[in-house]
Each structure stands twice: as C-alpha cells, then as structure tokens.
C-alpha cells in the first residue's frame, strides 16, 4: 500500500499501581500532537500493561471495540445501563443491601 489511514493511536504504558485507570473506556481522548499539528482527531487510548499479559489480545480488543463504536454501539455505555439497572432490582437489593448502614 502507498497509503494508509490510521484510525486510532494506542500507547502502552507501565502498570502503576497508585494510577486509578479508566477500565470501561468512558472517556474519550484524542491524540494531541496530531489534533494540534495537522488538525486530524485520531482516538487515542493509553494502556496500562504488566508482565504475562497478551499484550495483542488488549490491542485486538480495543480495536474491535473502537471498530464497534465506529458504527454505534458503545459497549461499555451498554455495560454501565445493565449494571445499573441490575442494582435497581430487588436482587441486587438482597445480595447487597443489609439493612446494617453501620461500618
């Protein structure tokens, strides 16, 4: 190919144990130098790593996610209304809730 379009920019960056990441990929970043220097909006993910994790899968991942996000569905918006939803029910009420708000 003599050209290709890059559609998203990930970084791998070491696992930090005093970092809070964001693990549902609510927010959305976009890669700053490119928005700046030549006006292009490309997403942008950052992606804590550590020893033995399949560091192709994660990007597989993330990639088909963005790919699904491209056409509309945001998984992990999905994710957070079922979970919410679920807390709303009396079964998320019995596993949870005790009555005992004492700690």
């Known amino acids: 190919l003599d050209q290709k379009e ?10 930090d144990t005093k970092e809070v990441y964001d693990r ?11 928005e700046k220097n030549l006006g292009v909006r490309i997403p ?14 994660i990007i597989e991942t993330a990639a088909k996610n963005f790919r699904l996000q491209s056409r509309g569905y945001y998984s992990a918006l999905e994710f957070n209304k ?12 019995k596993e949870y809730f005790t009555g005992d708000d004492s700690y």
């Open 44 to 57: 942008y993910l950052e992606i804590p790593v550590k020893q033995g994790r399949n560091i192709a899968l």
């Open 82 to 93: 079922s979970v919410l939803k679920w807390l709303e029910t009396t079964a998320a009420e």
């Open 6 to 15: 890059v559609q998203m920019a990930v970084k791998l960056v070491p696992w």
């Open 24 to 34: 549902l990929g609510l927010d959305e970043k976009f890669y700053v130098e490119l």
